[in-house]
Structures are given as structure tokens and as C-alpha cells.
């Protein structure tokens, strides 16, 4: 669903870089208190592998493709304001490097793929843990129906931006009628991806999920037939002790098969936004990429002949520089925590 440069005229696309500006300044103080030494490398990998799985277009209809958008799943594991960052930064990766989504529409693109998939997909993920049972199948239900309705809700938002200030006269009903379809199909995938990515993080470590903590699961015994809870261990190892190098090091692994190999066979149809403007005329305005000349222009290395190689060593390129912008950001922003912790403790020292 990157917006392309020419969709939403220049006042329109100055507002939203304006509503993006205040929304990532907010997502950068929330952050304080959402990272540590243990999450902020964490943030990091999350906005690679986001980056990473959305170069694996999946075909949802006939000559249509979709891709994860990634909000839900970034606010579930790493909390909601880092979750924003976290898309900020692989947007911002993307249209400087890669010439995807354009630069003017960057402010469209953090809004509808950021702002809105987070809030939406985290205040209903919010819900849905009170009301369920604590335990881990209902954090990863929780995760698909939140997914699930974060995507249709950021097509009705680009609907909405695209009312205010689209460059075409096509009727905002069909706009809309058309995002929302074809958005909901998009959604299951996103809804799937986001389940599997979340369930196998609390499967192994459950205390790095932002949105599972305080979920405990008991050890149960069978006794007599029956399960008991088994009595806690006298001296149990601190979760917050352990370290998260070996979840890292999976995650970029991963992150990088995902992008350098499997992305080969992703599929070439264009996804949902693409092919509703294509269909109903919005692409009209449409203008060249002011990064199309980027040696990364259209995820594939320049002067590389084999596509395969070429868009492999792209997607290992793009996980590489996300990881470093993201994990030396939130590395920035949890030193930030730190300062301020240190200040207050020596005011009230004073």
C-alpha cells in the first residue's frame, strides 16, 4: 500500500507529513518507556524482518498481490509507540533506498501504514486480551483478529486522505468500495503472518512480548488423573536475566533468508493499491520516483544482471541497513530513558 508520489496533491501531502511528524514525536517519547537494554535491539530486528517480509508479495485474487503492512505485528511485540518507529523507519528505508512509496507521499505512507494500523490493530488487541482468557492462545487470536482489521482500516484511511487531495476525479464510493475489498483479502494474510510471527516469539521467549506481559502459564501436573498447578520453583530464574542474543541472531537469520532467497518467488502481481488505481484511473497523476536513479531501485542492485542475485542481494542489503538505522535509533532513544532516569534520581537527590 506504499502511495506513490502524484496520488494526493501537495497541500494535502504537507498536512499528513505534519500529522506523521507529530505522530513519530510522540511515538519517540511513549518509546522511553517501552525500551531497554533487552527491546531496544529487539525493535531493531523487528523493523528488518518487517522489512524483510514485505518484499514477499502473496497473491490474493486475480492478477492481485498483497503484502504484509506490519503495524500490528510491530505494536504486539514491541509495544505501540516503538511500533510506529519501527514502520517509520522501514518506510523511510524504503523510499530513500528503494524507490518504493514516494518521498513527497512519505507523510501519506507513516500515517496510513504506521499511525493508523498500529492504533487500530493495538487499542483492538488491547480489548480482546481483557476480555479472553490469560493465556498464550488467546495473546496469538488476539494477534489475527487485530492484523485482520488493521489492513481494511488503513485502506478506509487512504480513501479518506485521497477524498481530501486526490490528484484524479474518480468517485471516492468506488475508491472505497474497491481499497476495502480487496484490502480485506490482503488482511487474512496479514492476519496469518502476524499470528505465526507472534506465537512463535512467546513460544520460546514470552517475557519479550510487549503485548504478553504479565501472562503467566503455570506448570501443571497430572495427579489422580486431574491437572494441578504445579507449586512454583523456590528460586526462579529472573526472564528478565536471560539474554536475547539467541532470538536475535534467529531473527536476523531469517530476516535475511526471507529477503535474499525467498523473495525471488514472491509473486509479480501488483498489490492491492496498485492494482485499484491501475483499475480505476487514481495512477493518472502518478510521477517518477525521485530515488529511481537509487543503485536499489526496485529492490534489485544495479549493474547486476541475474535477477535472482540482484534482488537478493537488495533484500539482504535493505535487512542490513534497517537493522542498523533501527537498532541505532532505539539505542538512542533508550540511552535518552536512561538520562532522564539518572536526572530525575539526582534531583530528588538534592
Given at each position: 500500500?506504499?502511495?506513490?508520489?502524484?496520488?494526493?496533491?501537495?497541500?494535502?501531502?504537507?498536512?499528513?507529513?505534519?500529522?506523521?511528524?507529530?505522530?513519530?514525536?510522540?511515538?519517540?517519547?511513549?518509546?522511553?518507556?517501552?525500551?531497554?537494554?533487552?527491546?531496544?535491539?529487539l525493535a531493531g530486528l523487528v523493523a528488518?524482518?518487517?522489512?524483510?517480509?514485505?518484499?514477499?508479495?502473496?497473491?490474493?485474487?486475480?492478477?492481485?498481490?498483497?503484502?504484509?503492512?506490519?503495524?500490528?505485528?510491530?505494536?504486539?511485540?514491541?509495544?505501540?509507540?516503538?511500533?510506529?518507529?519501527?514502520?517509520?523507519?522501514?518506510?523511510?528505508?524504503?523510499?530513500?533506498?528503494?524507490?518504493?512509496?514516494?518521498?513527497?507521499?512519505?507523510?501519506?505512507?507513516?500515517?496510513?501504514?504506521?499511525?493508523?494500523?498500529?492504533?487500530?490493530?493495538?487499542?483492538?488487541?488491547?480489548?480482546?486480551?481483557?476480555?479472553?482468557?490469560?493465556?498464550?492462545?488467546?495473546?496469538?487470536?488476539?494477534?489475527?483478529?487485530?492484523?485482520?482489521?488493521?489492513?481494511?482500516?488503513?485502506?478506509?484511511?487512504?480513501?479518506?486522505?485521497?477524498?481530501?487531495?486526490?490528484?484524479?476525479?474518480?468517485?471516492?464510493?468506488?475508491?472505497?468500495?474497491?481499497?476495502?475489498?480487496?484490502?480485506?483479502?490482503?488482511?487474512?494474510?496479514?492476519?496469518?503472518?502476524?499470528?505465526?510471527?507472534?506465537?512463535?516469539?512467546?513460544?520460546?521467549?514470552?517475557?519479550?512480548?510487549h503485548g504478553a506481559r504479565g501472562l503467566?502459564?503455570?506448570?501443571?501436573?497430572?495427579?489422580?488423573?486431574?491437572?494441578?498447578?504445579?507449586?512454583?520453583?523456590?528460586?526462579?530464574?529472573?526472564?528478565?536475566?536471560?539474554?536475547?542474543?539467541?532470538?536475535?541472531?534467529?531473527?536476523?537469520?531469517?530476516?535475511?533468508?526471507?529477503?535474499?532467497?525467498?523473495?525471488?518467488?514472491?509473486?509479480?502481481?501488483?498489490?492491492?493499491?496498485?492494482?485499484?488505481?491501475?483499475?480505476?484511473?487514481?495512477?493518472?497523476?502518478?510521477?517518477?520516483?525521485?530515488?529511481?536513479?537509487?543503485?536499489?531501485?526496485?529492490?534489485?542492485?544495479?549493474?547486476?544482471?541475474?535477477?535472482?542475485?540482484?534482488?537478493?542481494?537488495?533484500?539482504?542489503?535493505?535487512?542490513?541497513?534497517?537493522?542498523?538505522?533501527?537498532?541505532?535509533?532505539?539505542?538512542v532513544v533508550r540511552r535518552r530513558r536512561?538520562?532522564?532516569?539518572?536526572?530525575?534520581?539526582?534531583?530528588?537527590?538534592?
Open positions: 500500500m506504499h502511495v506513490p508520489d502524484g496520488f494526493i496533491n501537495a497541500p494535502v501531502s504537507a498536512a499528513a507529513g505534519v500529522v506523521a511528524a507529530g505522530a513519530v514525536a510522540v511515538a519517540l517519547r511513549g518509546a522511553r518507556k517501552e525500551l531497554d537494554e533487552r527491546t531496544a535491539p528488518a524482518f518487517i522489512f524483510a517480509v514485505q518484499m514477499l508479495n502473496f497473491p490474493v485474487a486475480a492478477g492481485t498481490s498483497g503484502h504484509l503492512l506490519g503495524g500490528a505485528l510491530a505494536a504486539i511485540l514491541v509495544g505501540p509507540y516503538t511500533g510506529v518507529l519501527c514502520i517509520a523507519v522501514v518506510l523511510l528505508m524504503q523510499g530513500v533506498l528503494f524507490a518504493d512509496g514516494g518521498l513527497t507521499a512519505l507523510g501519506v505512507n507513516v500515517t496510513v501504514m504506521g499511525v493508523v494500523t498500529v492504533v487500530v490493530a493495538y487499542a483492538l488487541f488491547r480489548g480482546l486480551v481483557l476480555v479472553l482468557p490469560r493465556t498464550r492462545r488467546s495473546v496469538t487470536v488476539a494477534s489475527f483478529v487485530a492484523a485482520l482489521v488493521s489492513v481494511p482500516a488503513a485502506a478506509t484511511a487512504f480513501t479518506a486522505i485521497y477524498a481530501l487531495g486526490g490528484t484524479t476525479d474518480v468517485p471516492i464510493g468506488k475508491v472505497l468500495t474497491a481499497m476495502v475489498g480487496v484490502h480485506v483479502l490482503i488482511g487474512v494474510g496479514e492476519a496469518v503472518i502476524t499470528m505465526l510471527t507472534v506465537g512463535a516469539v512467546i513460544a520460546v521467549r514470552p517475557d519479550l512480548v503467566t502459564t503455570p506448570l501443571k501436573l497430572r495427579v489422580g488423573g486431574e491437572l494441578v498447578d504445579a507449586a512454583p520453583a523456590a528460586r526462579p530464574v529472573a526472564a528478565a536475566t536471560r539474554s536475547p542474543r539467541r532470538l536475535w541472531i534467529a531473527g536476523v537469520v531469517t530476516a535475511l533468508v526471507l529477503a535474499g532467497f525467498v523473495s525471488f518467488y514472491a509473486s509479480a502481481s501488483p498489490d492491492g493499491l496498485e492494482k485499484v488505481a491501475a483499475d480505476k484511473g487514481i495512477d493518472a497523476q502518478a510521477k517518477p520516483h525521485a530515488a529511481a536513479d537509487s543503485p536499489l531501485a526496485d529492490y534489485g542492485v544495479k549493474d547486476v544482471s541475474d535477477a535472482r542475485l540482484s534482488g537478493g542481494l537488495a533484500g539482504v542489503i535493505g535487512v542490513g541497513a534497517t537493522l542498523a538505522v533501527g537498532t541505532g535509533a532505539f539505542w536512561t538520562a532522564d532516569r539518572t536526572a530525575a534520581s539526582a534531583s530528588e537527590t538534592v
